[in-house]
């Protein structure tokens, strides 16, 4: 069965879209498109199938890649009219590049291990480049270039990825186990050049007294990254991540503020949350769960906390210094005084700040 393209034309405010329907003249699944200008487009497909058009989807050129019909090409990236990248996702996974237009092809990438399964491909200028692949011998495999596809280097050996972006030679990776930013442009200049984030914090001003208490993420991983150059929000850049825990946004490049965004419950009442809570579960941080605790204290320093079991017993107690750093956000780790994770079970959690005493009811489940 032949397969048609759909071309869609963009035009200025004001104006419908139309939608022209083109004949490929070629029986394929087409899974990849990469459009470098109003005239030049590059696809690829099943079959082996790589299509190019120069004036615009008038007509389409099949230059796929000789014997391999067997292979189906995900993605493809284009540079100019002559210049492109496909990816062939497994059985083994194959990646291809030309430089005159497709009449020729030059193997660039080979893997035939079991489970290599290429899922996609980015690139964000002529050189620096990134694809993914499912679990490879119980690991994600993710390879990058620096030189245009000619070669690529395995990086982030076993890192779960979740997203990724880039600006010119700077690279984001949100994975399980946190954010990942590439320290320099070339992956064999050093054994490791990745650097990971430390965990999302802020740092808020206590009224007019000078001294600052701190906020923080609890999650390991981050599991979306945005490098943000909109002049809206910094002179430079700035990121934007998603966690399990809430959203932040860096107050520099380099991750040492943030601005974490959360939508309360009700910000005058306290509160414990999530709620249930599994220690083994939720607001992972280096292997410790969290539950988080709401409270709206606006005058102490000191906020004290104590907690009981169902049967009204000590649990555990801490007092919490805001003017401290190191303090962080009123938190729990599910843990007795004796360092043990508790039972399931009901806790009730007494705080004492700002000459008045709350109470809240939590779940415990592990």
Request: net charge neutral; no cysteine.
């Amino acid at each position: 069965m032949t397969r048609f393209l759909p071309l869609f034309i963009s035009l200025t405010f004001g104006q419908s879209i139309s939608l022209v329907t083109l004949d490929s003249r070629v029986e394929s699944s087409f899974r990849g498109l990469s459009v470098v200008n109003q005239k030049v487009v590059w696809v690829s497909g099943t079959g082996g199938t790589v299509l190019r058009t120069i004036d615009g989807g008038k007509n389409w050129e099949n230059i796929s890649v000789p014997n391999m019909e067997k292979i189906d090409f995900r993605d493809v990236e284009g540079f100019n009219k002559n210049t492109a990248i496909v990816m062939g996702i497994a059985s083994p996974a194959r990646f291809y590049k030309t430089t005159d237009g497709g009449q020729n092809w030059k193997l660039v990438y080979f893997d035939d291990r079991e489970g290599v399964f290429f899922d996609g491909m980015s690139f964000w200028n002529k050189n620096d480049g990134i694809a993914f692949s499912d679990p490879v011998d119980g690991q994600h495999l993710l390879i990058r270039t620096t030189d245009g596809g000619d070669t690529w280097h395995t990086t982030l050996h076993g890192e779960r990825v979740y997203n990724i972006t880039a600006a010119d030679s700077i690279v984001l990776v949100a994975s399980r186990s946190g954010l990942w930013k590439t320290v320099t442009d070339n992956p064999l200049d050093v054994a490791k050049p990745w650097a990971k984030y430390n965990p999302a914090k802020q740092t808020i001003m206590i009224g007019s007294t000078g001294m600052y208490r701190m906020d923080e993420l609890f999650s390991d991983p981050v599991l979306g990254v945005v490098y943000d150059t909109r002049p809206f929000y910094a002179s430079t850049a700035t990121i934007w991540i998603g966690s399990w825990d809430g959203l932040a946004r860096a107050m520099d490049p380099h991750g040492m503020n943030w601005q974490i965004y959360r939508a309360n419950f009700d910000a005058d009442k306290v509160y414990a949350y999530p709620n249930p809570f599994s220690p083994y579960e939720h607001n992972q941080v280096g292997g410790t769960g969290y539950v988080h605790i709401h409270a709206d204290v606006k005058i102490s320093f000191i906020v004290k906390m104590n907690i009981f079991n169902f049967a009204m017993e000590s649990v555990y107690s801490k007092n919490f210094d805001r003017r401290q750093a190191t303090t962080g956000s009123l938190k729990w780790d599910g843990k007795d005084s004796n360092g043990r994770v508790v039972d399931n079970g009901t806790y009730f959690i007494r705080l004492e700040y700002d000459q008045k005493i709350k109470w809240m009811k939590l779940i415990v489940i592990k």
